[in-house]
């Protein structure tokens, strides 16, 4: 339904916004791991959106996010080649290990427990292959269900519940290895 005025084509991509927003953002948080460059390709995402309005606001709801998607998808394969063109010595980075333990000294409290956890978590979600990444952190940050996420991704609803089965699969085996290697210490 093309907008008649100013503020009607304001409100529909308001509304177009407010409604894949957290979703399109999770999907690049999946894919590229900073949220930082994904709050970026959101935005460009979005631009086009507003530069094809008319076109994207006479689609059903669901042909929407799948505009929106596929665009993601072509700026996620752009940012890719752009970042491996950019800087070839970032997998030698990648590779090392982010987390280092100091078997010399005990943690000293529970938030230093926590903080040590969640960089236990984030590498391990770095670990994962993309498409269980891109998968948990649509369910997790987008809080989408298997089927809005298996729309977005173009497969079937228990495709994204087996990839996401797998990826916390993995991650409670990391948190698992950190905890034993916790108690050994103490």
């Known amino acids: 339904m093309p907008a008649t ?3 009607d084509r304001e409100a529909e991509f308001g509304r177009l916004y407010e409604a894949h927003r957290a ?5 690049f ?31 059903p709801e669901d042909g929407q996010r799948g505009w929106l998607f596929t665009v993601a ?12 063109t950019a800087d070839g010595t970032q997998r030698a980075l990648e590779s090392e290990p982010s987390i280092r333990q100091d078997s010399a000294a005990a943690p000293a409290s529970t938030a230093v427990l926590a903080a040590e956890r969640a960089g236990v978590v984030a590498a391990a979600i770095a670990t994962l ?13 987008g809080e989408l269900n298997s089927t809005d996420i298996g729309a977005a991704l173009g ?6 519940r087996y990839r996401l089965s797998l990826a916390r699969r993995t991650l409670a085996e990391a948190l698992g290895d950190y905890d034993d290697a916790q108690e050994e210490e103490q």
């Not at 979703?23 to 999907?27: E, F, R, S």
């Not at 998808?73 to 491996?84: C, E, G, P, T, W």
């Not at 292959?129 to 940050?141: H, K």
């Open 5 to 7: 005025g100013p503020m």
């Open 23 to 27: 979703a399109v953002h999770a999907y």
């Open 29 to 59: 948080v999946g894919k590229t791991g900073d949220r930082q460059l994904a709050a970026d390709l959101m935005q460009e995402v979005f631009l086009r959106a507003w530069q094809h309005l008319d076109e994207v606001a006479g689609r």
């Open 73 to 84: 998808r072509n700026l996620s394969v752009d940012a890719a080649r752009h970042q491996r």
């Open 129 to 141: 292959p993309e498409q269980q990444r891109v998968t948990l952190t649509m369910a997790a940050a």
């Open 155 to 160: 497969v079937p609803a228990g495709t994204v």
